[in-house]
T-cell receptor
């Protein structure tokens, strides 16, 4: 079974631009979560999508948004990029059923904002 | 709100020596507990988890963690580390019966010294 894939792996943008990151979950997984990882703040939860609906949301500004498609693939978008948005963005998929769901992480997309 | 504290941001230890990575969480309600490991340039992988039952859980590569409800701790230990254990380790907690959102600690970077 293929793991979680994220594209692109690396991205360089300039301030003010917008960016879209993509995540393909493990086949059969219906939940996709997004995290931002930085050296200073560690791993911070952005949002979770389950069956095309946002189920949980972290404390990030509205510039960060996401969506999930009917095949469970998910995208996240960051508009009006700021230098502080430079980070490793991790996607994780899980079955999404009630109870403890093991999350399977992708390798991440490293975003650099210049 | 639930929170996770990993007291040590970095832990240096000599090869073949024992190690303990500390993790405390804030809420004493019923929880699920996890340790994830992130090797260089990779996403996170589940190392071990506590859901219920025996308070001592083990991983396949020699790590173990003990759930201590009274101290709200879930410390990770290994009796003899190997150079291949060099990685960042994240403790995570999820409240039972709520939104199953997983809260991660800031991580502990384990440095194995030759």
């Amino acid at each position: 079974k293929a793991g979680v894939t994220q594209t692109p792996r690396y991205l360089i943008k300039t301030r003010g631009q917008q960016v879209t990151l993509s995540c393909s979950p493990i086949s059969g997984h219906r939940s996709v979560s997004w995290y931002q990882q930085t050296p200073g703040q560690g791993l911070q939860f952005l949002f979770e999508y389950f069956s095309e609906t946002q189920r949980n949301k972290g404390n990030f500004p509205g510039r960060f948004s996401g969506r999930q498609f009917s095949n469970s693939r998910s995208e996240m978008n960051v508009s009006t990029l700021e230098l502080g948005d430079s980070a490793l963005y991790l996607c994780a998929s899980s079955l999404g059923a009630t109870g403890p769901n093991e999350q399977f992480f992708g390798p991440g997309t490293r975003l650099t904002v210049l | 709100a639930q929170s996770v504290t990993q007291l040590d941001s970095q832990v240096p230890v000599f090869e073949e020596a024992p190690v303990e990575l500390r993790c405390n969480y804030s809420s004493s309600v019923s929880v699920y507990l996890f340790w994830y490991v992130q090797y260089p340039n990779q996403g996170l992988q589940l190392l071990l988890k506590y859901l219920s039952g025996s308070t001592l859980v083990e991983s396949i590569n020699g790590f173990e963690a003990e759930f201590n409800k009274s101290q709200t701790s879930f410390h990770l230990r290994k009796p003899s580390v190997h150079i291949s254990d060099t990685a960042e380790y994240f403790c995570a907690v999820s409240d039972r019966g709520r939104d199953d959102k997983i809260i991660f600690g800031k991580g502990t970077r384990l440095h194995i010294l030759p």
